[in-house]
Structures are given as C-alpha cells and as structure tokens.
C-alpha cells in the first residue's frame, strides 16, 4: 500500500523566517510528487516533481525531490502571515489508475506577525 | 469561468439516513475525483473517474459508499445508512484529461452524523 508520511505536523514561526516541510513516501511504480497548499477547506496545487535533484521554484517557494532517499523538502523563504496554511504532500503512482493521489497527513504552518 | 461546485455546503444527518452529496466540475474537465478529509487529517481518495472509463473506485471504504458520473459531467456521492464515522468534509476537484496534478477543488461539504 502507497504510504506519505510529513513531518513535522505543525509549526509556529514568526514572519521572516525560513520554513522546511518534510515529505516522505513508500510506493510502488512512482510517478510524481506533488504538494498543495490548503487554506480554508480547498486546496491549490504548488510543484510536481518527477526527476531527482531538480528544484522546482515559485517565488519564495521552492521543492526538491530525492528518488533514492524517497522524500522530498518544501522550503519557504521570508515567511509572511499569509503562508499560514496547510501543507499537504502526494504522490501519484503508475498502475491501472492514472490520476489516484494518495496524500500525507499535512503540516500546519502557522506565521506570527 | 465558473469553479467547481459543491453542495449542499453543511448537512447534517441522524444515524443510519441515507446522503446525497453533488458535485458540478469546471466546465471541460473530463476527470473527476471525490475525497473525504477528517477534522485533523489529509485528503482521503475515494474515486476518480476518467472520461468514459470505467471509474477507480479503490478508495471507497465500504458498500455504503457509491458515486456515480451523469453525461460526463454531474457527479453525485452517495452514503446509505450513514454512520458517525462518516463525519467529514467531502471534497470534489476536477482537472483537464491528463493533469491529474492540476486538480481544482470545490469548497467541500460538511457532513455531521448525529
């Protein structure tokens, strides 16, 4: 069974910091990773990642995947109250169900001003 | 264009009641997929249909659960004789056939069962 485990569950800092969320998986046939950002109840795509070492970035967002360690960082530069959100991680396997993601359990990020 | 549509927003149900939840995707986007967050967790899948094909109905956690997709489009989740572990925020997304990344979510209904 596909498994997305992300660490840590919750964090609190104040605005200017730099955040790391962690994402890691165990699945078999892997496709992609992808993480979104939850606010309120529905959540936005950020990156997908498929190749190692990659970085993929947006701003002050940006993601790597590590294929061989089976997880993948998203880090936040300078932090502002409106990244407050949860971060959710998913993969995305081969197999007969092309679009099934399995997601992690989120990180609550939440920013002081 | 209009996003994806759910409803109703909140119902709230006795124990062993039957529930229908609907859900209109964006206007174009052939696959549909159906999730179910408990307070504190992340998404769970429940199905995914794709086009005309047969749906992915792996994540259903009992027969009391069924979706079914009319003309490609509407999308309704139904739950027979509701329990109170069914108490959860559905949420319905929708994406273009492919990018399955890219997936667009409704803003979810609520289901209490009492």
């Known amino acids: 069974e596909d498994k997305v485990v992300q660490s840590p569950l919750s964090l609190v800092v104040h605005e200017g910091d730099t955040v790391t969320l962690n994402c890691s998986y165990e699945v078999t046939n892997f496709r992609s990773l992808l993480w979104y950002k939850q606010e309120k109840k529905a959540p936005t795509f950020l990156f997908m990642l498929?190749?190692?070492?990659i970085e993929k970035k947006s701003g002050r967002l940006s993601s790597i995947l590590d294929k061989k360690e089976l997880f993948s960082i998203l880090n936040i530069t300078a932090t502002q109250t409106g990244d407050s959100a949860i971060y959710l991680c998913?993969?995305?396997?081969?197999?007969?169900?092309?679009?099934?993601?399995?997601f992690g359990q989120g990180t609550i990020l939440t920013v002081h001003p | 264009g209009a996003g994806v549509s759910q409803s109703p927003s909140n119902k709230v149900t006795e124990k062993g009641k039957d529930v229908e939840l609907r859900c209109d995707p964006i206007?174009?986007?052939?696959?549909l997929y159906w999730y179910r967050q408990s307070l504190g967790q992340g998404l769970e899948f429940l199905i995914y249909?794709?086009?005309?094909?047969?749906?992915?109905k792996s994540g259903l956690p009992s027969d009391r659960f069924s979706a079914e997709r009319t003309g490609g489009s509407v999308s309704t989740l139904t739950i027979q004789r509701t329990q109170q572990e069914d108490s959860a925020v559905y949420l319905c997304?929708?994406?273009?056939?492919?990018?399955?990344?890219?997936?667009?979510f409704g803003p979810g209904t609520r289901l209490t069962v009492t």
């Open positions: 249909f794709q086009g005309n094909s047969a749906p992915d």
């Open positions: 998913a993969i995305n396997a081969g197999g007969t169900s092309y679009g099934k993601l399995t």
């Open positions: 498929t190749s190692s070492g």
């Open positions: 997304a929708s994406s273009l056939d492919g990018r399955f990344y890219e997936q667009y």
């Open positions: 206007s174009g986007h052939t696959a």
